[in-house]
Nanobody, 123 residues
């Protein structure tokens, strides 16, 4: 599975941004597609995920009510709509694919990773 993320950039605090991730290859094997982020000097952390066939979603507490994850199975894409952005949302955002229903809210649960896209929120 190959993953290509896009849509990052610069946004003001309180603004919005939409990230998109396109999956290619053996996508039928995906159990879930998720988003993670990594700020400078910090560990990569879970943001949100959605199961590929049942559309169950999970969110990190820090983004609940502000971010929404969605998918388009026909286009093999998953999107992350971000509202009410805060400076502490600044990070490189990665999309990732999990092949098994294990630890889908943590890094070890994912088998494939995209290249990351930078999101910067100015105060």
């Amino acid at each position: 599975v190959q993953l290509q993320a896009s849509g990052g950039g610069l946004a003001p605090a309180g603004g919005s941004m939409r990230l998109s991730c396109t999956a290619s290859g053996r996508t039928a094997s995906n159990y879930a597609l998720g988003w993670f982020r990594q700020a400078p000097g910090k560990e990569r952390e879970f943001v949100a995920t959605i199961t590929w066939y049942s559309s169950i979603t999970y969110y990190a507490n820090s983004v609940k009510g502000r971010f929404t994850i969605s998918k388009d199975n026909a286009k093999n894409t998953v999107a992350l709509q971000m509202h009410s952005l805060r400076p502490d949302d600044t990070a490189v955002y990665y999309c990732a694919a999990a092949l098994a229903p294990l630890e889908v809210t943590s890094v070890p649960g994912y088998d494939y990773w995209g290249q990351g896209t930078q999101v910067t929120v100015s105060s």
